[in-house]
């Protein structure tokens, strides 16, 4: 079954201590990117990356790191997690956009809470 | 950058009743049009889509109308059932996005029986 897996679902945590949250597709997506969904703020993106081992910011990147090693994993690296930064978090995938506008499929969310 | 307004922000429709939400944006480049839906405690889920070349869609009991000139487009849910409530977002892509889906605020769909 194509899909986007994110894990964990939920974490709990405290400030400062560092989390990573994972996030593999399984469709040989190229383009692989990661939301934070607030209330009243609607879904806005953090990072994207076009292909291995290149990434780019995007509207919200302060106080995330992201790598692209693999075509399929895209994890997204918490340093120093700040209660700012609790959010309902979603990583989404899709064939390249430079072959024109692709729709992004997106993982089930993770949820992080930082005390 | 691009700005996707979407109206309204709850709406409420009997079974059988037809459901239409509308949004704008507001970057005349934008050339992608999906629409998501949203289920409790799961991600968004692509519907429907209509690029720029196009002006109407349909799958089903689902449509969505383009107006480039105007700038929005409208999602059009026919024969509405109670699964299909759920909150649905908008979303637009222009050449200046970095391929960012740019969504609206959501509408929250409820279909009573």
């Known amino acids: 079954e194509a899909q986007v897996t994110q894990n964990p679902r939920y974490l709990i945590t405290v400030t400062g201590k560092k989390l990573t949250v994972t996030c593999s597709q399984n469709?040989?997506?190229?383009?692989m990117s990661w939301y934070r969904q607030d209330p009243g703020l609607g879904l806005r993106q953090i990072y994207y990356?076009?292909?291995?081992?290149?990434?780019d910011k995007g509207d919200v990147p302060e106080g995330y790191k992201v790598s692209r090693k693999e075509k399929r994993n895209f994890p997204l690296i918490l340093e120093s997690p700040s209660p700012n930064q609790t959010s309902l978090y979603f990583c989404?995938?899709?064939?390249?956009?430079?072959?024109?506008?692709?729709?992004?499929?997106f993982g089930d969310g993770t949820r992080l809470s930082i005390l | 950058g691009e700005n996707v307004e979407q109206h309204p922000s709850t709406l409420s429709v009997q079974e059988g009743d037809s459901a239409v939400i509308k949004c704008t944006y507001s970057?005349?480049?934008?050339?992608?049009f999906p629409w998501y839906k949203q289920e409790l405690g799961k991600g968004p889920q692509l519907i429907i889509d209509?690029?720029?070349?196009?002006g109407e869609k349909k799958d089903q009991r689902i449509a969505v109308t383009l107006n480039k000139t105007a700038k929005h487009f409208s999602l059009h849910i026919t024969e509405t059932q109670p699964e299909d409530s759920a909150v649905y977002f908008c979303?637009?892509?222009?050449?200046?996005?970095?391929?960012?889906?740019?969504f609206g605020k959501g509408t929250s769909l409820l279909v009573t029986p």
């Open positions: 989404a995938s899709s064939l390249s956009p430079s072959r024109g506008n692709q729709p992004q499929h």
């Open positions: 469709m040989n997506h190229e383009y």
């Open positions: 990356s076009m292909n291995v081992e290149v990434t």
């Open positions: 970057d005349s480049a934008s050339n992608y």
């Open positions: 209509i690029r720029s070349n196009v």
């Open positions: 979303a637009a892509i222009g050449p200046e996005s970095g391929y960012a889906l740019n």
